[in-house]
């Protein structure tokens, strides 16, 4: 039996990266999972392809996280098509790295948007639900650099601190019904977003990194089953860093 054998899952941004891994290792351990992507259909299709392998029941959905429409369409069509959601991760997010002074309003508003507005948008959708069902597990995707911040990334520092403020708040808000909210901030992952990173950036990642190399979308994947299953039943309001060391 697996650790989240019979939950429903719903991920937001599973279709690449780190939410593909989480996908994956959930089904792998006996939930059936929702999720969401913006546009890579076909990577989507994929990943519910080799995710549903593990036998359960794994769906994906074309939705726009930063939409507060399309989220509360989501909820529902997920609550109809699986009948309940146990857990709610919250991990879409994008970049658009610059310094401060080339900073368009465009590339502020973009990142606040889909890293933050949607955690706002999914969590306020699916809250009722978890309240009717007398619990609930939330996961927020937070990054390191929503506790250190980060030169060329004020914007996406500050969605990804908005994040924080948010889940220990809602862990208050409503810890009292069993349901419990709690932040990952990863450190350096290996994913098509930071292969996207400047060579120089990634370099000095590399040489401030005491473990000495980058973390793995699995290794953000398994805290999340933990945080997911009820060995971390009494673990709420907290941020679980995954980062080799590296905010130590
Ligand atoms: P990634 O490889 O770029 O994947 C991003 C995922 O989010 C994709 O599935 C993408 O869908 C989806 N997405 C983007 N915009 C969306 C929107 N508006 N609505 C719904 N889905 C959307 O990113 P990643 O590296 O796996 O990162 C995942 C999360 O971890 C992000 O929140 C990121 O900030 C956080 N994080 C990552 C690192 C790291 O080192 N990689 C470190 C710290 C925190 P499409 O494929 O359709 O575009």
């Known amino acids: 039996m697996g650790l989240l054998q019979d939950k429903v899952a719903l991920i937001t941004g599973g279709s690449r990266g780190i939410g593909a891994a989480i996908v994956k290792r959930f089904a792998e351990e006996g939930a059936h999972v929702a999720f969401t992507y913006a546009s890579s259909s076909e990577k989507a ?3 519910a392809e080799e995710a549903s392998a593990s036998g359960t029941t ?24 699986f ?23 465009e590339q502020w508003d973009k990142v606040i948007e889909v890293n933050l507005k949607s955690v706002f948008n999914l ?28 030169a060329g990334q004020a914007n996406y520092s500050a969605s990804k601190a908005g994040i ?49 190399k980058l973390g793995e979308a699995n290794d953000v994947a398994n805290i999340c089953v933990f945080l997911g299953s009820d060995m971390s039943k009494y673990v709420s309001g907290q941020v679980v860093s995954v980062c080799g060391a590296l905010n130590t």
């Open 45 to 47: 299709n994929a990943v």
């Open 123 to 150: 969590t306020k959708h699916m809250l009722r639900s978890m309240l009717k069902n007398r619990g609930g597990s939330i996961i927020n995707m937070s990054s390191i650099v929503g506790v250190t911040g980060n």
């Open 164 to 212: 924080i403020g948010f889940t220990k708040s809602i862990a208050k808000e409503v810890g009292s019904r069993n349901i419990r909210c709690n932040a990952v901030t990863p450190g350096f992952i290996a994913t098509e977003m930071t292969d996207a990173l400047d060579e120089k950036v990634k370099e000095a990642y590399m040489t401030s990194i005491p473990m000495k």
């Open 83 to 105: 009948g309940k959601v146990d857990i709610l991760i919250n991990n879409a997010g994008i970049t658009r790295d610059t310094l401060m002074l080339r900073m368009s309003e």
């Open 58 to 81: 794994v769906k994906a959905y074309k939705s726009d996280a930063s939409s507060y429409e399309q989220a509360e369409d989501l909820c529902k069509t997920v609550l109809a098509d």
